[in-house]
């Protein structure tokens, strides 16, 4: 594992090729007075040496920093035919790390120009990140690279070789899913650093418990190797990876070599790859958020049999379709639950077995506690799923609270939208405020 303590959390940050902008390197000087950066800050611009930009002292060249005022983490915002020669000044001032967000490399043919930077750097014993990528957002030392990012710190890993998708999925994950982030790191060309080197690191990061990578391609095979080798590492050790593996179409994979520089690999390949490893192979950024979310708050038990409640025919076979794709077992009711049931439930329009169909009486608050108290007393599972499509009202989330307080198993609700209204969103919002101790709803 290398040690990434001053990448994650340095003494000093340098920003060179700053700006009086919102984009390029002014970009990063905002995001960090954004989420109050508490380090010192240096910036870089010949052009504007001497001027001061909010606040801060703009200077030529890295060189000029004396020694006493360590900077552990430089961030390059240049022409990309300019990066080897300022490459060359950070080595000469001893620093650890780099992020190059500068693009221009072998995304557009120029692999000769990475090339130069890795011998620069493995001359000055320089570790970076890029080209052409965002760099790291950690809560914890107020690093980020969108204005949008908090503070909060969570236990998500996001490695991601698009800066735009490790955004999104860090704020949709913070600010819709309850899931806040440990570290995201955006990667980009992987020309150093790769998302090995990260997944290797969050083995023994006790603040990680989920790992959640967007992956465009592998440069080697030897890097192949070595990723099956940890995510298993990983996977074994009680830490889930979330794979969103993409690229595979042919105009798919001329975009990530124009992306990335990289070539996407074969489907099938990248199908076998959760059999080895014990990875979850995802499809959509909302796929993979919604997952870590559930990683993150069920803490699901070796138990995999579930009861589920429903107040419609189609949707409990649906439901326990998924269920048993992803082998999770639906047993059936214990006698003495089927019996109990029966004693409040009409016998028209509702099937008691598992899944159970409530139909229209589920639309009774007290049929529907009573049915959850009675599922919660079943030997045959651990968990309870029930389906809610909409009407989250005062009444049911006042009903689901009191069932939750009197129930031992873990709780889900899944609340599909039949269609869009903003009062919809609204009540899903209000019932997912629930404290996380009484209910947890997907």
């Not at 439901?319 to 003495?336: G, Q, R, S």
């Not at 045959?380 to 689901?400: A, K, L, Q, Y």
């Amino acid at each position: 594992m290398k040690d990434f303590d001053r990448l994650f959390f340095p003494r000093a940050v340098g920003i060179i090729g700053v700006n009086n902008e919102d984009f390029g390197g002014g970009y990063f000087l905002n995001v960090l007075m954004k989420i109050n950066f508490d380090k010192p800050i240096f910036l870089f611009n010949p052009r504007l040496k001497g001027q001061k930009l909010k606040g801060f002292k703009i200077y030529s060249s890295i060189l000029e920093i004396p020694d006493s005022q360590p900077i552990d983490y430089v961030i390059i915002a240049v022409p990309a035919r300019l990066c080897p020669s300022i490459l060359e000044e950070v080595g000469k001032k001893n620093i650890p790390f780099v992020t190059i967000f500068s693009s221009g490399f072998s995304e557009i043919n120029k692999p000769e120009l990475e090339q130069e930077l890795i011998r620069i750097a493995r001359k000055y014993n320089i570790r970076f990140l890029g080209p052409n990528c965002l760099g790291i957002y950690v809560p914890k030392s107020k690093l980020a690279i969108n204005r949008f990012q908090t503070t909060k710190s969570g236990n998500l890993g996001l490695i991601c070789q698009s800066g735009g998708l490790a955004i999104y999925l860090s704020n949709m994950g913070a600010y819709v899913y309850g899931t806040y982030s440990s570290k995201v790191i955006s990667i980009g060309n992987q020309v150093d650093l790769n998302f090995v080197d990260f997944l290797k690191y969050f083995i023994n990061d006790d603040e990680t418990k989920i790992i959640g990578l967007y992956l465009e391609n592998i440069k080697n095979k030897k890097i192949g190797q070595e990723f099956l080798k940890v995510v298993k590492e990983l996977s074994l050790k009680g830490k889930p990876v979330i794979l969103w593996k993409v690229g595979f179409g042919e105009s798919a994979k001329e975009a990530v070599f124009s992306h990335t520089g990289g070539l996407a690999g074969s489907k099938k390949i990248w199908k076998a790859i959760p059999k080895q490893t014990g990875a979850c192979l995802v499809g959509s950024a909302i796929e993979l958020i919604t997952l870590a979310m559930g990683f993150h708050f069920l803490n699901l038990p070796e138990n995999r049999n579930v009861g589920i409640l429903t107040l419609g025919g189609g949707i409990s076979i649906e439901t326990t379709d998924i269920m048993e794709k992803y082998n999770i077992n639906v047993p059936k009711l214990a006698f003495k639950t089927q019996e109990r049931l029966s004693q409040f439930l009409p016998e028209v329009n509702t099937i008691i077995r598992n899944p159970l169909d409530l139909g229209g009486s589920g639309t009774v608050y007290d049929v529907f506690y009573k049915a959850l108290i009675a599922l919660d007393s079943d030997p045959n599972f651990s968990t309870i799923v029930f389906i809610r499509p909409h009407n989250f009202s005062e009444d049911f989330i006042n009903m689901i609270k009191k069932a939750k307080m009197n129930m031992n198993k873990k709780l889900i609700c899944i609340a599909p939208t039949i269609y869009d209204m903003v009062s919809i969103y609204q009540e899903k919002i209000h019932m997912k405020s629930m404290p996380i101790e009484q209910m947890n709803m997907i």
